[in-house]
């Protein structure tokens, strides 16, 4: 099983200025819809709907993930649309959706997640070892690390939105 390592920071502004700067370079925009078909402690299992902004290319995934904090194991692969659509219509949830921006900041790719139905911006830098994540001295413009604060985490809130709309998670 592959373990993802991976830092979480909630920024506080998109970066535009940044970006026209160029000291971000854009590379992918994504429209991703997520639905967590199973949660049970520290194991997750979800189905995921991704949409190039670019090129309108969709992708779909299936995703088992176990673990708290920045180090989790991770079993992703891809699935065919039918079987998505069959999943998330058959589960009735509602998807978590976020606009999602991969660019190079220097030499490190970040990756961008604004989630516009419950307004959080949160960007995330993923590493090779737990050694360099450790090691790692985000700007300030990052925002505060909620690499390991549950509260922000995309299982509690998709939990969260499930409840709002009055549905069972």
Do not use: C
């Amino acid at each position: 099983m592959a373990i993802e390592i991976e830092r979480k920071y909630l920024l506080k502004a998109y970066p535009d200025a940044l970006i026209q700067e160029g000291s971000i370079v854009v590379e992918k925009e994504q429209f991703i819809e997520q639905t967590y078909l199973a949660l049970d402690g520290d194991q997750e299992l979800r189905v995921r709907k991704i949409t190039d902004l670019t090129s309108g290319q969709l992708e779909f995934s299936h995703t088992f993930k176990k673990g708290w904090g920045i180090a989790r194991e991770e079993v992703e692969y891809a699935i065919s649309e039918g079987l998505y659509d069959q999943v998330v219509k058959a589960h009735g949830a509602i998807p978590l959706t976020k606009r999602r921006v991969t660019a190079r900041w220097g030499s490190t790719i970040i990756e961008i997640d604004d989630y516009a139905q419950i307004s959080l911006l949160v960007l995330e830098v993923e590493f090779p070892s737990l050694e360099a994540a450790d090691g790692f001295v985000p700007p300030a413009w990052f925002g505060q690390d909620i690499s390991t604060d549950k509260q922000y985490s995309n299982k509690k809130v998709w939990r969260d939105l499930q409840l709002q709309a009055g549905k069972e998670a």
